[in-house]
């Protein structure tokens, strides 16, 4: 990093958290390490605050002009040799403007091996959020996904150079799955019984939960990337403008609209279908379900879940198949974008 010229103090974010509270008492952190974003938690379990920011980057060529051009709009970058990399929320406007992708430091929930920039980025992303502790060893609980069968080798990595990069900050980090985050978040008043459900924009992950205690995890490694990324090919349009239609207009409840629109209906369908399936195989395979009497509530969080009508479709898919506990309750979480982050706080609240 030695040419890199890191502005990611002047981009949005919660670099003016300390470690410690006005009160004296030591803060604990939940970190949601998403595909599309990262979202930080903070605070208690009642009232937390969160900060996010966008995952994602997008490079410009290297002049001395655009570079000053970037410093006087306060725009978050770095140069890389002959490149200004452009990170976080800001990179999907650049990507706006010239009609093209943002990159992302991950793919399917895990570190992106194909992209040479994934680990700074990353990083670099984790910074705005997360500010070097005050009070060393604080206690940072973060997301990791299930393991899958296209990404499962690679997690350890993945969950290594996370945790390598928080012990450099100061943090003593905690590895949380993010179907069991989503529980911790959501079904307090169940005790933490349930089956949290958290679709993201790289995979959806599923965690099977008795008194906080996960009994089936399990993954999908497909999310909002792979709508965005199957609509953008037939429609003939960058992933990144299909991914903001996606979360401006659509509506599941509403048949029809323009081609983009019914080619969303398609693959968010072909996404659920596939969730259910795969849930249906794992739950067959699994010898440790829990035996309980009463209906297993199920919360979905994550950005993928949030177009309205995801949570009627899911639920009919669902109800489709035989299960061998009872289906309660299908529900939204409170805030699905902010789930998986207050469950890790939750997760680094409980230790002592």
């Known amino acids: 990093m030695d040419d890199r010229n890191d502005h990611g103090s002047e981009s949005s974010g919660s670099g003016s958290h300390t470690g410690q509270s006005q009160s004296g008492t030591r803060t604990r952190i939940g970190l949601d390490v998403g595909t599309s974003k990262v979202v930080a938690a903070r605070g208690d379990n009642v009232s937390p605050t969160t900060d996010s920011q966008l995952n994602a980057f997008f490079d410009v060529p290297y002049s001395a002009l655009h570079e ?41 929930g895990i570190l992106n091996p194909s992209e040479p920039q994934a680990t700074h980025v990353l990083e670099t992303v984790l910074s705005t959020l997360v500010p070097v502790s005050r009070n060393p060893g604080e206690l940072l609980a973060f997301s990791v996904p299930a393991a899958a069968p296209e990404t499962g080798h690679e997690l350890t990595y993945h969950e290594e150079t996370i945790k390598r990069y928080l012990k450099g900050r100061g943090y003593t980090p905690l590895a949380v799955n993010e179907g069991l985050a989503v529980v911790l978040a959501e079904l307090a008043k169940e005790g933490f019984t349930g089956i949290g459900i958290s679709c993201g924009g790289g995979m959806c992950n599923v965690a099977i939960s008795y008194l906080s205690i996960p009994s089936l995890t399990m993954s999908l490694a497909h999310g909002g990337d792979f709508i965005d990324a199957s609509v953008g090919a037939v429609v003939n349009e960058p992933a990144t403008r299909v991914k903001a239609i996606k979360e401006e207009t659509l509506d599941l409840t509403r048949e029809g609209g323009d081609k983009i629109d019914k080619a969303l209906h398609i693959y968010y369908d072909k996404l659920i279908e596939s ?63 902010t789930a998986t982050a207050r469950g890790a706080l939750v997760a680094a609240l409980a230790e002592r």
């Open 275 to 337: 969730l259910v399936e795969e849930l249906g195989k794992a739950v067959q395979k699994t010898p440790r379900l829990p035996r309980n009497d009463q209906p297993m509530p199920i919360v979905l969080a994550g950005g993928t879940s949030k177009p309205h009508g995801f949570r009627d479709r899911f639920e009919k898919a669902l109800r489709r198949r035989s299960w061998p506990f009872q289906i309660g309750e299908v529900r939204m979480a409170s805030d699905p974008l």
């Open 68 to 108: 000053q051009g970037l410093k006087a709009n306060r725009t978050p970058f770095y140069r890389e040799d002959d490149r200004l990399i452009v990170y976080g929320d800001a990179s999907e406007k650049f990507a706006h403007i010239f009609n093209a992708n943002v990159r992302r430091p991950m793919a399917k």
